[in-house]
């Protein structure tokens, strides 16, 4: 049976994370678009899978896996004064913006004050029914996050995510190890 699943993200998974598509095959570039069913549950695929599985198009989704830096930067427009990045790159700006600061960051604090914001929550919470946002909210999102990028050290921001994910990660491949460690040294004490 097929599911239609809607992609909400690229983003960083364990490489031992099996594909969707793939029974057994494990998606080893440590990578995937997470795609969730009607009924809540999440899985995780390779953007062929995810190309094939999603009921939304690839170039809406956000990319976590990316600096937020490196996608503000690049794709020109063409026409008018040439100036300028695409309708698309903002939209998955924006998108991206947002899930950093009201998913990923939502736990943290810089200078005793939350990541969290309380329009950037509104936005998150309209973007997470609908799964899609207007142009005046992207505008406004990307206002914030300019504003941010000079008040607060956005790639510090990007910085925390990365470890945090990285700590997550080694956490999963050393937990068995220090558990047997665990083991070995508790027969000693015996």
């Given at each position: 049976?097929?599911l239609f699943l809607k ?102 604090t810089l200078n005793k004050k939350p990541l969290s ?74």
């Open positions: 049976m097929r992609i909400i993200k690229k983003d960083f998974v364990n490489e031992d994370t099996e594909s969707y598509c793939a029974k057994g095959h494990k998606l080893s570039s440590g990578t995937a678009y997470y795609m969730e069913s009607k009924d809540g549950k999440i899985y995780f695929g390779g953007k062929q899978c995810a190309g094939t599985h999603g009921t939304n198009d690839l170039k809406d989704v956000p990319d976590l896996t990316k600096s937020l830096v490196s996608l503000g930067t690049g794709t020109q427009t063409s026409g008018g004064n040439g100036s300028g990045v695409t309708e698309e790159k903002k939209k998955s700006l924006a998108i991206s913006y947002l899930l950093l600061r009201e998913e990923l960051l939502n736990e943290f914001h309380k329009v950037l929550n509104k936005y998150y919470n309209h973007y997470t029914e609908h799964n899609s946002l207007n142009e005046n909210q992207i505008n406004h999102i990307l206002n914030l996050e300019k504003y941010a990028s000079e008040n607060i050290d956005i790639k510090l921001s990007i910085g925390i995510y990365l470890l945090a994910t990285l700590i997550n990660l080694f956490w999963i491949e050393l937990k068995p190890i220090l558990v047997k460690m665990k083991m070995v040294l508790d027969s000693f004490n015996h």
